[in-house]
């Protein structure tokens, strides 16, 4: 097989460097002048090969091009299919190492880590443009529910990606928040106890360390080109975070907004421990009684018990207060047997499983520190992959380069 790839590589490296190959753009300009051939290393899927390729230069603009290297697609010294590869091993791989092993045991390409890690900073922005330039691809049929979700979760940092940054409680910061966002199609249940089911394949991903207001942006964008504009009923998931209602509200104003019922429930234990008292029998007792009351839409009635129940110690007073006030702001989007009788997703899962599937099994894995810039590049080809528009990109991107034509 080494001896059939290397023949074959010899072979189309002669066929490439024939002076007489048609190509776009092969002659020089009108302000362009011939600066004869010039070499260059070129990783195919066959190896290595070497291209002598003209070379113009334009002294009144003061640059010169290579025809040969647009017309192959040649981002640095790789093929649009190795660079295809080098991008998806180093996505999938638990890292830019371990990618590189794989491309040697899987493909027979020896390329160094260092290597794939530049291709990667090199083609991110590219796929990232292509799918913003994208119209809307997917439309909602008649009756699907349209789910969007957006949460956010730490990557470790390295310090000067750090710097000025507070932690928790005010300690030191070590990670910068990645917000993730979910955008899936459902149908309605077609009987009142079935529990609602994601379309297949219908959930793609956006993630980046931004501001709310820009990853808002994105995420509408996002919408827009599922289809949203066509859908009859639009949902928003997320948990208590200011910022992802500010968000919502913003971007998406008539969505139906709910809080994930399980962060309700968490928060249900922290007003129990603070009116009763920790670990409490009447704590736990009264858990389980408005656990099941907010799956009835009696919110108001937690709401006014826990505010008669108000303790008199200062301290667990003030806690009991900070849950109310959480409840009370999330008062219309708590109404989850409304929500269910509607067919409605009540859980914010399947943000939160994006948040440890597009970061958590790349970007925090022991011993990982990133900077901005490599972690929202890694993040955006994963984004790709797991949405299903990645090989999308790489077709579009091979076309657009298919202009060599075989001399006669």
Same mark, same amino acid.
């Given at each position: 097989m080494a001896a059939l790839k290397h023949d074959g590589a010899r072979w189309l490296e002669k066929l490439l460097n024939d002076p007489h190959? $048609?190509?776009?753009?092969?002659?020089?300009? !009108?302000?362009?002048e011939p600066q004869g051939r010039r070499p260059k290393g070129v990783l195919l899927t066959l190896g290595w090969i070497t291209l002598q /390729? +003209?070379?113009?230069? =334009?002294? /009144?603009r003061r640059e010169g091009r290579f025809p040969l290297d647009s017309a192959l697609g040649l981002t640095e010294s790789y093929s649009p299919l190795v660079a295809r590869w080098m991008c998806r091993a180093a996505a999938l791989a638990g890292s830019y190492q371990a990618g590189s092993q794989d491309l040697l045991n899987y493909a027979g390409l020896q390329i160094d880590a260092r290597q794939i890690q530049r291709l990667v900073s090199q083609m991110a922005p590219c796929l990232t443009r292509w799918r913003e330039a994208q119209g809307p691809t997917f439309h909602p049929t008649a009756g699907d529910i349209f789910c969007i979700g957006t949460d956010g979760t730490g990557a470790p940092m390295r310090r000067k990606e750090l710097r000025g940054r507070k932690g928790k409680n005010g300690g030191r910061a070590r990670t910068r928040e990645v917000k993730v966002g979910t955008v899936f199609t459902h149908r309605k249940p077609d009987q009142p106890?079935? /529990? +609602?089911?994601? &379309?297949?394949?219908?959930?793609?991903? *956006? !993630? &980046? $360390?931004? =501001? !709310?207001?820009?990853f808002g942006s994105r995420l509408r964008a996002e919408a827009l080109r599922r289809g949203i504009a066509k859908a009859k009923v639009i949902v928003f998931l997320g948990d208590g975070a200011t910022w992802v209602w500010k968000l919502a509200r913003i971007n998406f104003p008539t969505a139906v907004c709910i809080l994930d019922y399980y962060h309700a429930c968490e928060h249900l234990t922290l007003l129990a421990q603070s009116l009763y008292g920790e670990g409490s029998p009447l704590a736990k007792q009264r858990f389980r009684q408005?656990?099941?009351?907010?799956?009835? &839409?009696? *919110?108001?009635? *937690? $709401?006014?018990? !826990?505010?008669? &129940?108000?303790?008199?110690?200062?301290?667990?007073r003030a806690s009991a207060?900070?849950?109310i006030a959480y409840f009370e702001r999330n008062r219309s989007r708590m109404l989850y047997r409304t929500f269910r009788q509607a067919g409605y997703f009540i859980g914010s899962g399947v943000v939160e499983a994006g948040c440890k599937t597009v970061v958590g099994q790349r970007l925090k894995l022991s011993g990982m520190l990133w900077s901005r810039s490599g972690a929202c590049a890694l993040l955006a080809i994963r984004c790709a992959l797991l949405s299903g528009w990645f090989n999308d990109f790489w077709k579009h991107y091979a076309t657009a380069h298919q202009t060599l034509a075989f001399p006669a």
């Open positions: 190959l $048609i190509y776009a753009n092969n002659q020089p300009q !009108a302000d362009e /390729r +003209p070379y113009f230069y =334009s002294a /009144r106890d079935q /529990r +609602p089911e994601r &379309d297949y394949a219908s959930t793609t991903y *956006i !993630a &980046d $360390i931004l =501001s !709310a207001p820009e408005w656990r099941k009351a907010l799956l009835k &839409d009696e *919110i108001t009635s *937690i $709401i006014a018990q !826990a505010k008669a &129940d108000l303790p008199s110690r200062p301290g667990p207060k900070k849950q």
